[in-house]
């Protein structure tokens, strides 16, 4: 019924009430049909996130012997993988650096055939997409699972950049047509799921709200996702949570739930890639970028 942003307006309307408002301060907007199907449907973009991708080389997940971890990436780890990028790719958003970034270590981890097909889904909220935008008052659904595909070999090999690329890609698809596009997918098929065969899914709640709730008690000693994903597809969907560590360093921490032997290699993947960036860093600027992992 509803997404994170539109789930946050909510909350925050029962807060305000709560607190002794008589009307909320952003008033609700059901408007349901700025995102009805077309009559008649028809869908003008691909959508390869309702594939119907069969599992041919027996590359899901299993869903025994799994480990879960939690990972701070703050200041210093972004301006670590940032260093690892060329001139024209370092102003791109953190989402992209960081999914970029975790994509190609789980791959690397999960160790699937070099010429298999991979898939990072990136959940895109297309509220400002539209044209006007949809009103801020708007709380139904308003996102999209954009994909981003490659080779196992090709994502593994090439260097941090190259996901990245593919990932900025995928969002920018994400236009007003391709959400009427999608409407009207949903109408054709019936409304399908999305595939989790060989995907990776990833969604940024950082910036949702869920932590400004205030039910007339104060903030929230924490708001957001209760099991980071991980609890609902293991394996396959993790969330960036906002999240202030023992230093008081702000930043985002993401679970990631892998099997023991594949957790180990992500780890070091992840690491060393971090070294790397730290190293670049060192070299260009004389100051060195502690990892707070």
Request: proline residues 8%.
């Amino acid at each position: 019924m509803s997404d994170a942003a539109g789930l946050v307006q909510f909350m925050s309307a029962v807060g305000e009430f709560a607190r002794g408002a008589k009307a909320p301060s952003i008033p609700p907007v059901w408007d349901r049909h700025l995102l009805n199907a077309r009559d008649p449907p028809s869908v003008t973009c691909t959508h390869h996130e309702y594939d119907d991708v069969p599992d041919t080389k027996g590359t899901l997940i299993p869903l025994d012997d799994m480990v879960h971890r939690s990972f701070f990436f703050g200041a210093a780890e972004f301006s670590a993988l940032r260093s690892l990028l060329p001139p024209h790719l370092r102003g791109c958003s953190a989402f992209e650096l960081l999914t970029a970034c975790l994509w190609r270590s789980r791959t690397i981890a999960i160790s699937p055939d070099p010429e298999e097909e991979v898939r990072i889904l990136c959940i895109v909220n297309s509220r400002r997409r539209f044209n006007p935008p949809l009103a801020a008052g708007y709380y139904g659904n308003a996102f999209a699972f954009p994909v981003a595909i490659s080779s196992a070999g090709d994502l593994s090999k090439n260097p941090l950049p190259y996901a990245l690329e593919l990932v900025k890609k995928t969002k920018a698809d994400v236009t007003e047509e391709y959400m009427r596009s999608l409407a009207d997918l949903m109408v054709i098929r019936n409304r399908p799921h999305f595939t989790v065969v060989r995907s990776y899914l990833v969604s940024d709640v950082t910036h949702a709200g869920f932590g400004e709730v205030d039910f007339g008690w104060g903030k929230p000693a924490y708001g957001g996702p209760a099991k980071g994903g991980v609890g609902a597809i293991p394996g396959v969907a993790s969330f960036y949570i906002p999240f202030k560590n023992s230093k008081g360093e702000n930043g985002v921490v993401v679970p990631i739930c892998l099997p023991a032997n594949a957790m180990e290699v992500f780890v070091k993947e992840l690491e060393g890639m971090l070294r790397g960036g730290e190293e670049v860093a060192d070299r260009k600027t004389g100051v060195f970028i502690a990892s707070a992992l």
